[in-house]
């Protein structure tokens, strides 16, 4: 396997995105104010599960069609307490720092005590945009010593000024799931900030140009320019995977009611 990674030139960057603003419902420009955006609200006077998920290009955090907001809702179905799920647009990431925030403080005094930041039990995960999204989040909470159980990168592309190839410290675990073919496809590779402390799981390919995946609400014309790019976050296979990972790091509390998921990474071995 080459682990090389591939990035757009900067002039068809600018292309795709001037495409994905054009293009609704699969990369619509979302119209939010930021007023909008969802905060996580948690009555519990301790801190729950947190699993916050990004969407990638212009996608609204609630687009229904996209392999994140699936998740989050497949997830909300199993635990209706006990785990707060969110979904946002990647370039709101200061708003789910602030909802995490807000969950921890769990005597609410405005303020994160040390168990408080010991206590933390977070999942992040994102496509495309959103998987360096979820990176920089996890380098966010690092800042405050607060620390991540997992990451979760789908198809990761990062944005300017951002680094989605280095995991930091304070995850526990992280794992890359890639697509190799494409103008735009994604990293190829993560590691460790210190190895010591973060695992990494794996680097895991896809390869739709031998196993195409039917993406049935996405534009043509979009598939023209990024269609493998697409089928990693329309692939039922891959995100099973990612929604098995998610539920075995959770807490065994959590859940209302008993789940038989397979929490093995190997059902993430590629194609």
């Given at each position: 396997m080459v682990l090389v990674s591939q990035r757009p030139t900067p002039a068809l960057a600018v292309l795709l995105v001037l495409a994905w603003a054009a293009a609704p419902p699969c990369y619509s420009a979302s119209g939010i104010h930021p007023s909008e955006v969802p905060l996580i609200?948690?009555?519990?006077?301790?801190?729950?599960?947190?699993?916050?998920?990004?969407?990638?290009g212009f996608v609204r955090h609630d687009d229904p069609h996209h392999g994140p907001v699936k998740l989050a809702q497949r997830l909300r179905e199993t635990y209706p307490a006990g785990v707060a799920i969110e979904t946002f647009e990647n370039r709101h990431r200061k708003s789910a720092y602030r909802a995490i925030v807000r969950l921890l403080d769990s005597n609410h005094d405005g303020a994160l005590s040390d168990g408080e930041r010991r206590n933390a039990r977070i999942v992040l995960?994102?496509?495309?945009?959103?998987?360096?999204?979820a990176v920089a989040l996890a380098r966010d909470l690092q800042r405050q010593n607060i620390p991540v159980?997992?990451?979760?990168?789908?198809?990761?592309?990062?944005?300017?000024?951002?680094?989605?190839?280095?995991?930091?410290?304070?995850?526990a675990q992280a794992i890359n799931l890639y697509q190799p073919n494409g103008l735009i496809h994604g990293r190829k590779k993560i590691s460790a900030a210190?190895?010591?402390?973060?695992?990494?799981l794996g680097n895991y390919r896809f390869d739709y140009r031998k196993h195409p995946v039917p993406c049935p609400d996405c534009p043509r014309f979009i598939g023209f320019f990024e269609?493998?790019?697409?089928?990693?976050?329309?692939?039922?296979?891959?995100?099973?995977?990612v929604e098995n990972l998610i539920r075995s790091r959770l807490s065994a509390s959590a859940s209302g009611r008993d789940t038989t998921a397979d929490s093995s990474p190997a059902l993430l071995t590629s194609k």
């Open positions: 609200s948690s009555t519990a006077s301790y801190s729950p599960d947190i699993v916050i998920g990004f969407v990638g995960f994102g496509h495309s945009w959103g998987a360096s999204a159980l997992l990451t979760v990168q789908v198809d990761s592309v990062a944005k300017i000024g951002q680094n989605d190839s280095v995991i930091p410290a304070n995850v210190d190895p010591a402390r973060t695992e990494i269609r493998t790019h697409l089928e990693s976050e329309c692939d039922p296979r891959l995100w099973s995977g």
